[in-house]
């Protein structure tokens, strides 16, 4: 076949674009949203958070952030946050309310590591009133 026999003449630094292509476009788009994908940062004020609501922000921050998105529903490493309590049901199909969502973050869940050791109560119940206001 004609197409064929043309498909062997291209030049190597050509068939080669081809497979790290894909590559440089995927890095590139990665930077792109790594730069400016997220909005910028609300300030707490800006969120309107009380201060309980703010220092369970911070909890979030710190234990959370890297594996869920709070203000999208696009995932990360687990499930975007946004809306959590305004669902009727959580990702795993469990009601959502404090009792399982406090028992994820306590027991973990599937990939998610449990976190109930590295919390205060204190911290668990501000974080919960933080996860109320996505
Ligand atoms: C190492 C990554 C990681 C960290 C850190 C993490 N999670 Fe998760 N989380 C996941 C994954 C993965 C899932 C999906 C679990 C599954 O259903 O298999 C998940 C699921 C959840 C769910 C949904 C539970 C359900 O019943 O569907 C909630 C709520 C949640 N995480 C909240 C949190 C909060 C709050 C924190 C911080 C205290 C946190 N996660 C920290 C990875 C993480």
């Known amino acids: 076949m ?3 026999v043309n498909a062997e ?8 674009f081809m497979r790290t292509g894909p590559i440089i476009a995927g890095a590139l788009l990665l930077a792109v949203l790594a730069g400016c994908g997220e909005a910028p940062e609300k300030t707490d004020a800006e969120l ?9 922000r911070r909890v979030y921050q710190s234990y959370c952030a890297a594996c869920h998105k709070a203000y999208s529903s696009s995932g990360l490493k687990g499930p975007g946050l946004k809306r959590l309590f305004g669902k009727q049901f959580l990702p795993s199909g469990l009601p959502a309310n404090d ?5 994820s973050i306590v027991g973990g869940r ?3 590591p449990p ?11 501000d974080l919960l ?6």
């Open 2 to 4: 004609r197409f064929g």
């Open 129 to 134: 009133a933080y996860l109320h206001t996505l």
């Open 48 to 56: 309107g958070l009380n201060a309980q609501q703010a220092s369970g």
């Open 9 to 16: 003449r291209v030049p190597e630094y050509d068939t080669r």
């Open 110 to 112: 599937g990939m998610m």
């Open 115 to 125: 976190l109930g050791d590295a919390l205060s109560e204190q911290q668990l119940s």
């Open 99 to 103: 009792r399982f969502v406090r028992q």
